[in-house]
């Protein structure tokens, strides 16, 4: 069974909105060589999610997993990602389709926005929330061990 990634977006006007969802799908391909991976996109811009399916159907893929690109789980992605992927069911009956949570949901995901937010604090700052994402008591006991 051959597995790809659908990552699926919002899309924008703006042409350069893509980039990082595309620096996304190169990161993916980068880390698992050979895993078929296609950007998707709801609105305004190409390819959208039905094409996306169709290109990997095409390339042998059976199998796809859609990785929601958003923040966080609004109406595009509980309603409008499950009515396009009833229609693609229709279209491809043996595929098997899984669906991920908001990739902004995903604990780790959030995990990794707010070190990178922490990441613009004072090195003092960043000490002790360092400290607390470790889940140690501060940086005072850090101290007292030195």
Do not use: N, Y
Not at 63 to 92: E, K, S, W
């Amino acid at each position: 069974m051959s597995t790809g990634i659908v990552l699926f977006g919002h899309g924008a006007r703006d042409p350069r909105w893509a980039d990082t969802i595309e620096a996304l799908a190169a990161r993916v391909a980068e880390l698992a060589p050979g895993t078929p991976v296609q950007a998707a996109f709801l609105e305004f811009m190409t390819p959208d999610l039905s094409t996306a399916v169709d290109a990997l159907v095409a390339r042998g893929v059976d199998a796809i997993v859609v990785a929601p690109v958003f923040l966080a789980a609004g109406g595009h992605v509980l309603r409008d990602l499950p009515d396009r992927l009833a229609a693609i069911a229709m279209r491809h009956p043996g595929l098997s389709v899984r669906t991920e949570p908001a990739l902004g949901s995903l604990p780790t995901v959030l995990d990794a926005m707010a070190r990178h937010c922490l990441e613009t604090l004072s090195d003092s700052q960043r000490t002790r929330a360092d400290a607390a994402l470790r889940g140690a008591q501060g940086p005072q006991k850090e101290m007292d061990a030195k």
